[in-house]
């Protein structure tokens, strides 16, 4: 298995609060990637990065922001968060582009209520 | 925007039976990938194609690449309750660095 952790695994929080999910991996790989999976919705990407503080946005990236200061982290930020993004959140990281048919290996999700 | 289509979205069948699910786009895939999901975890890849017109075999399932690189399909023989899961395809286009996901078949194999 990759060496892929996020943190917290479960956290349920207050409509407005600020929530930091954190994604670390041991592999050293340059691409890494935040996804938010839903019901009816699939998996959706929200930021990736393909590189220290290199950066981009996916098609959810409204209401979310992301910083990547070392390889091995990726945190993704909801500066104040909704209902809406009440959701499972995946990190994933592969080595290469994804076009040259590289693998995406993901963490284990957290699973983030916001009430 | 490109988009996966993935079809049927639940498929309930009996051990031993066979399927095939599916994978559509109306533009060309660089490459696509199957993933499969158990609950509570992160997908896991399956494989990977590239080329056009591609067959890949892991045991029991079979993974077909159209010869226009717009579609794919996984069939699974003589299916098992170990089957069980949520698949994912999966399409690189072009240069990005990103890859679009489907919403996913949620199969459940009876045992």
């Known amino acids: 298995d990759a060496g892929i952790t996020q943190s917290p695994r479960h956290k349920v929080t207050e409509t407005g609060t600020p929530v930091t999910l954190r994604c670390h991996q041991t592999?050293?790989?340059?691409?890494m990637y935040w996804y938010r999976q839903d019901p009816g919705h699939g998996l959706r990407l929200i930021h990736y990065?393909?590189?220290?503080?290199?950066?981009d946005k996916g098609e959810v990236s409204d209401g979310y922001s992301v910083s990547r200061s070392k390889t091995e982290d990726f945190l993704l930020t909801l500066e104040s968060a909704t209902s809406s993004q009440t959701s499972v959140y995946f990190c994933?990281?592969?080595?290469?582009?994804?076009?040259?048919?590289?693998?995406?290996?993901f963490g284990p999700g957290t699973r983030l209520t916001v009430l | 925007t490109q988009l996966l289509e993935q079809s049927p979205q639940f498929l309930s069948i009996q051990e031993g039976e066979n399927l095939t699910v599916y994978c559509n786009s109306s533009?060309?895939?660089?490459?696509l990938q199957w993933y499969r999901q158990e609950p509570g975890e992160g997908p896991v890849l399956l494989v990977t194609?590239?080329?056009?017109?591609e067959v890949k075999k892991l045991k029991r399932l079979t993974f077909q690449f159209g010869d226009a690189r717009k579609d794919s399909s996984l069939h699974i023989t003589a299916a098992q309750p170990g089957d069980t899961g949520l698949y994912l395809c999966?399409?690189?286009?072009?240069?990005?660095?990103?890859?679009?996901f489907g919403k996913g078949t949620r199969l459940h194999i009876l045992p």
């Open positions: 994933a990281i592969s080595d290469k582009q994804p076009f040259s048919g590289d693998t995406q290996y």
């Open positions: 592999e050293n790989h340059r691409y």
């Open positions: 990065s393909y590189g220290v503080k290199d950066t």
């Open positions: 533009s060309v895939f660089s490459s």
């Open positions: 194609v590239v080329t056009g017109g």
């Open positions: 999966a399409g690189a286009f072009g240069g990005d660095d990103k890859i679009i």
